[in-house]
C-alpha cells in the first residue's frame, strides 16, 4: 500500500490542485458504487470503517466490538476482506493461516474472535451465518455497498482528523465527509490530536461522537531505557514510535514502511544486525509481528495497543439486544 503523501496533510495548495480532476472521477466513481443493492443477511452487521484512508484504529475498534459482544453474550465473527492475502474465500481463519494467505489483520484478529476472510463481502456475510454467527463485525468496506450495514461506525484518527478535507488523490478522503455522515450512526475519535475540536464541530450537530484512545498493553516488559531499533509498516508508524518513547524506551533507531508492506528477508537481516552492534532489540507493532516469518516472531519484541472507551457507550448503539 502507498505510504500518504504529506500534503495530503496541510493546507490544499497547487499539487491537490493538480489532481482535482482525478478526485472529481474517484468521488463519482465512489457514488456510483454505493447506489448498487445491497445484500441483507439474517444477522445484524456492524461495520467498522472510516473516511480517510490508512490507519486511523478500525482493527482495535473490530477486536474492541468483539470483546464487548462476547462478554455480552453474543457469538460475533468479524469479517475481513483479507488485505495483502492470497486467499479469495471464504474461509475461517485458522492458526496454520499465514498473513501472506489471510493478511496480516486477520492474523490478528483472530486471536480474540472468529475471522472469514472473503474478497466478496456478501459472501463472507452468508458464510459467517452458516459457520454460526449471530452478530457480524466487518472490518472495513464502509464505502462497499455489498452487504447491508445495520450500524455503522466511523474510526477517526485526531491527530490528523481529515487532513486537508480533499477527495483521494487531492487529500485522504474516501469520500467527502458530508456525505459519509449520512450513511453513519456513530463517530469514534480515537486520542485528543489537534483535529479534536475542528471534527467536533464537524460532525457533532449530526451524529453521536464517542471517544477512545489506543493505550499499550502491559505485557511486564520494561520499557524504560531499552534501547530499541523500531521498525513499523502501518497508516501512520509515527504513533508507534511516539508511543515507545512514551514508554521510556531509548529508539536508537527506526524505520518505516508501508501500510502491509512485506518486508524482505534480506531487510530483516539487515535491521538485526544494526540492533545488534547497537546492543538494541528489534521491536515492531503487533500487527507487524503477525506478518513476519514464523522463525523471527520470537527473536522480535511487539507492543500491543489495545482500545480503551474514555467516553461515551458503542454498545449503546448496537442494531440489536440480547434478551
Not at 457469538?75 to 474461509?91: D, K, Q
Request: one cysteine or more.
Amino acid at each position: 500500500m502507498m505510504r500518504a503523501p504529506k500534503f495530503w496533510f496541510k493546507k490544499a495548495g497547487l499539487r491537490a490542485k493538480l489532481l482535482s480532476p482525478l478526485a472529481i472521477i474517484w468521488q463519482f466513481q465512489t457514488q456510483r458504487r454505493l447506489k448498487k443493492k445491497s445484500t441483507k443477511i439474517d444477522i445484524p452487521v456492524i461495520c467498522v470503517g472510516n473516511i480517510s484512508m490508512g490507519g486511523t484504529g478500525k482493527t482495535p475498534t473490530a477486536i474492541y466490538m468483539a470483546q464487548m459482544l462476547i462478554e455480552q453474550g453474543y457469538n460475533p465473527f468479524i469479517l475481513s476482506r483479507g488485505f495483502g492475502g492470497s486467499i479469495l474465500g471464504p474461509i475461517r481463519v485458522e492458526p496454520e493461516h499465514i498473513a501472506k494467505e489471510v493478511g496480516d489483520e486477520a492474523v490478528l484478529m483472530a486471536y480474540f474472535a472468529p475471522v472469514i476472510i472473503c474478497k466478496n463481502r456478501a459472501e463472507g456475510g452468508k458464510f459467517a451465518q452458516s459457520q454460526g454467527a449471530d452478530i457480524l463485525i466487518m472490518d472495513d468496506g464502509f464505502q462497499n455497498p455489498d452487504l447491508h450495514k445495520d450500524m455503522s461506525i466511523i474510526v477517526v484518527d485526531s491527530d490528523v482528523g481529515f487532513g486537508n478535507k480533499k477527495v483521494f488523490p487531492s487529500g485522504p478522503l474516501r469520500e467527502p465527509v458530508e456525505a459519509a455522515i449520512k450513511r453513519a450512526d456513530v463517530v469514534l475519535l480515537i486520542g485528543e490530536g489537534k483535529a479534536r475540536a475542528e471534527i467536533d464541530a464537524k460532525i457533532a450537530a449530526n451524529l453521536p461522537i464517542i471517544s477512545g484512545h489506543l493505550a499499550p498493553v502491559d505485557m511486564g516488559v520494561v520499557w524504560k531505557d531499552m534501547r530499541v531499533f523500531a521498525f513499523a509498516g502501518i497508516g501512520r508508524p509515527e504513533k508507534f514510535f511516539k508511543t515507545l518513547s512514551d514508554l521510556g524506551a531509548n529508539v536508537i533507531a527506526k524505520r518505516s514502511f508501508g501500510d502491509h508492506e512485506e518486508i524482505p528477508r534480506i531487510l530483516l537481516d539487515r535491521m538485526q544486525n544494526d540492533a545488534w552492534a547497537n546492543a538494541a532489540q528489534l521491536v515492531t507493532t503487533e500487527k507487524d509481528a503477525a506478518r513476519l516469518p514464523k522463525n523471527w516472531q520470537g527473536s522480535v519484541l511487539s507492543l500491543p495497543v489495545r482500545l480503551q472507551i474514555d467516553e461515551g457507550d458503542l454498545l449503546k448503539h448496537l442494531p440489536v439486544r440480547k434478551k
